[in-house]
């Protein structure tokens, strides 16, 4: 009986001193991804919270911090590293920490155009750059999304995701919105700039808000669900909204998946 209470004691304390050792690496791991970031962006980081994780069973364990900026507190974001301190590849380069602050930047300046014609919680504009080229043409600073249109003419891909809802107004009134998106993000200084609309009943306006990535997935189940039932409308995927010069024109890129 007491060998079974000393034995279970000392479990109990191998995993109170494991469990302050990984604290103590976390707390360590903290400010150095403050410094990295300071270091790369020339500005105050503050990494709110950290823990390790793993992306699904058997994958290499991570550590990921939520991070934002001090001069921009709501533009949150995740850096990552591999616990084991091996390397994220990059291009031809090996890097230590994962994370998309720059292109962050960039997009939060892009979607200023849609938020009056879209629904705040159905769109998404992404903003594709080669992650190598950036780091090496931008150090030590951010640059607004203008300076880098100009830094990288031509090298630069937008990709937009939206929803609408179909309504009383009809079809013709969601192309004219469809239209406007067009105009008011048409740019030649971009490589491309990609669009995707998703027109559902209107009735699943609040659905799609509240989960609005699932709903755009169309390998989720319950996109696939939707589109079988009928409760999405008719989808349009514009490789190139350069391209794109009349509301006509928008018909010829039904997606019929």
Not at 54 to 83: H, N, R, S
Not at 144 to 151: C, P, Q, S, T, V
Request: charged fraction near 35%; glycine fraction near 4%.
């Amino acid at each position: 009986m007491k060998k079974t209470v000393f034995f279970i004691i000392l479990i109990l304390m191998i995993a109170a001193l494991s469990d302050c050792v990984g604290d103590s690496k976390l707390a360590d791991e903290k400010l150095k991804m403050q410094d990295w970031l300071k270091e790369k962006y020339g500005k105050e980081f503050v990494v709110d919270s950290i823990e390790y994780y793993t992306q699904y069973l058997g994958a290499p364990k991570q550590i990921k911090g939520e991070v934002y900026p001090v001069d921009d507190k709501e533009l949150v974001f995740d850096i990552t590293k591999f616990a084991d301190e091996r390397m994220w590849k990059l291009g031809s380069e090996s890097v230590l920490y994962n994370e998309r602050y720059q292109r962050l930047v960039w997009e939060k300046d892009a979607q200023s155009k849609i938020t009056s014609l879209v629904n705040q919680n159905c769109y998404s504009v992404k903003i594709l750059a080669d992650p190598e080229e950036v780091d090496k043409k931008i150090y030590k600073k951010t640059i607004d999304l203008n300076e880098a249109k100009k830094l990288f003419a031509g090298k630069i891909s937008m990709k937009i995701n939206c929803a609408l809802f179909d309504d009383s107004t009809g079809r013709e009134n969601l192309l004219k919105k469809v239209f406007s998106i067009i105009n008011v993000y048409k740019d030649m200084e971009y490589k491309e700039i990609s669009l995707r609309v998703v027109i559902f009943k209107k009735e699943y306006e609040a659905k799609v808000s509240k989960e609005f990535n699932k709903y755009m997935n169309n390998a989720d189940p319950d996109y696939l669900k939707e589109k079988k039932s009928g409760n999405i409308k008719v989808e349009y995927k514009i490789k190139n909204i350069n391209l794109v010069n009349s509301i006509e024109e928008i018909k010829n890129y039904v997606e019929n998946n």
